[in-house]
């Protein structure tokens, strides 16, 4: 079993002491309830702040990340951590995944940056990436990344058993279906962590396995928060379970006919779909 608990809160803007003593805070509760891990909200140390340049973006050895990889190794528990991070020349949207030894694994970052936004001030990561963390093949997701299938499918073809989604946006009942689809379609776990607040929240968790040994549909859905609720969740993934499911069953990376996907590499935006700076 990977138990999972997912924060739904939002941090301060620039509260970078504040935001960590809080994750730590959350981390310790989380461990008393026998947790696996932690899945945070978008940026949750920063704070999702695009005015910050890469003066103030956080590196990879800085000393809230250390402190952070310090309490999952005394509390035995991994944790997803989210920041705004230093890129070449702009700040990057990172998620650095922790395990219960406090060891970084990997940091990933926000690949689909909403660049029709604020986040056009952001360096876009360049890849999506799969860790091996306490035995379960972690991919993540960042917010934006969830709105285009391919996203997951590649972390479904790297190996990824769970995708997590850390996010910070609103209007959620269309992306909650989406990720119970995208759990669905390629026979991984998914789960967001999102802030609460008004057409906001709704953190969630989905198994893939949609319907029994029977063929007979069951319900995916492992966790789906209200708006409003601030705090902690959790999600139970059965990973023996899934594990059997992905064996079987003929999603994900199974009869797909590639041949046909050339179009998914086209880079040319088209009518109706052109935007400014397209």
Known sequence: MFKLAILQMRSEK???????????DYMKTASEN?????????CFITGYDLSIGNDLALSDGDNHIKKLCDTARELEIGLVATALTKGKAKPQ???FVINKNGDILMKYSKVHT?????????????QFKVCDCDGVKIGIMICYDKEYPESARVLMLKGA??????????????????LSTRAYENMCGVAMA??????????CAFSPICWDKNGICVDNTLLLADDETEGLFYADFDMDKIRYYREHEMMGNTFRKVYAYNELLNAKVEYPFIRKGK
Do not use: H, W
């Not at 620039?14 to 730590?24: E, L, P, V």
């Not at 026998?34 to 978008?42: F, H, K, S, V």
């Not at 058993?161 to 989406?178: G, Y």
């Open 114 to 126: 909403c660049d029709f936004a604020d986040e056009k001030a952001l360096e876009s990561g360049e």
């Open 34 to 42: 026998n947790a696996d891990m932690l899945l945070l909200p978008e």
């Open 93 to 95: 949207n990172s998620a």
């Open 14 to 24: 620039r509260a970078y002491d504040k935001n960590t003593n809080t994750i730590i």
């Open 194 to 203: 999102n802030p609460n607040g008004f057409n906001a929240g709704n953190s």
């Open 161 to 178: 058993e769970i995708i997590l989604v850390p996010n910070d946006c609103r209007s959620m009942k269309p992306r909650v279906q989406a």
